[in-house]
């Protein structure tokens, strides 16, 4: 099955820092990847799309040039939480969709915990 | 516009009863509808996905749904819970030619000895 990986697990930063999580599919070329984030006992928000070579799309109310998307191959796509703020802290999780068939199915990476202190 | 309600946001079965998660979606198009299932700090993993095959469609851990386009449901079945199965739950549609995923608010579930 696609198999997708993030990377950190769990990151905790201080407040002003920058945080970057990876997100990558591992036997799969992901066309797009997407990134959510979900509070605590919540669904998941959607917040930016990203297409290989191209930039992302942003949710209406998600600020472009605090979280700045980067899906530079078809494999890997980053998320960076810049000059990040206790209010950012929550899990991250990235998903990937492929091309033809399969191009209708997201598969999700284990997610990111960040806590900002 | 899609949608996706899940009715009970937490649900409890005993260990070997049916289980029961209702889904319900909204969409002015043909859509297609997943169900994924999260454990605790972790992602999704899919379960089973309708895309306009059969309706009734299984998935993994025994699980299976049935599209019902005049009742538009999507509810997840399973004929016995196993406690592996206590986890979170979200139904989810994708409609259109766009490729977001709306999900619901997600099911809780439960199960007891």
């Known amino acids: 099955g696609a198999v997708v990986s993030q990377h950190p697990s769990r990151v905790i930063c201080k407040s002003g820092t920058s945080v970057k999580i990876e997100c990558r599919s591992l036997d799969f070329q992901a066309t797009t990847m997407f990134w959510y984030r979900q509070f605590p006992k919540q669904s998941l928000m959607l917040m930016a799309t990203?297409?290989?070579?191209?930039?992302?799309?942003?949710e209406q109310g998600v600020e472009k040039d605090k979280f700045l998307i980067n899906h530079a191959s078809l494999t890997l796509s980053t998320l960076t939480v810049t000059s990040a703020h206790p209010e950012d802290s929550s899990f991250y999780i990235c998903?990937?969709?492929?091309?033809?068939?399969?191009?209708?199915?997201?598969?999700f990476g284990p997610g990111t915990r960040l806590l900002v202190l | 516009a899609q949608s996706v309600t899940q009715l009970g946001s937490h649900v409890s079965v005993s260990e070997g009863a049916l289980v029961l998660l209702r889904c319900n979606y909204s969409?002015?198009?043909?859509?297609?509808l997943f169900w994924y299932v999260q454990y605790p700090n972790q992602g999704l993993q899919l379960l089973l996905k309708?895309?306009?095959?059969?309706?009734l469609v299984k998935g993994i851990n025994g699980f299976e749904a049935e599209f019902k386009k005049s009742e538009t449901s999507f509810h997840l079945t399973k004929p016995s819970a196993h406690m592996s199965d206590a986890a979170e739950y979200f139904c989810a549609v994708k409609a259109g030619g766009g490729n977001k995923l709306t999900f619901g608010t997600g099911t809780q579930l439960k199960v007891e000895l």
């Open positions: 309708y895309t306009s095959a059969a309706t």
């Open positions: 969409s002015s198009v043909p859509p297609y």
């Open positions: 998903s990937a969709s492929g091309s033809g068939g399969e191009q209708e199915t997201q598969y």
């Open positions: 990203s297409n290989e070579g191209s930039k992302a799309t942003y």
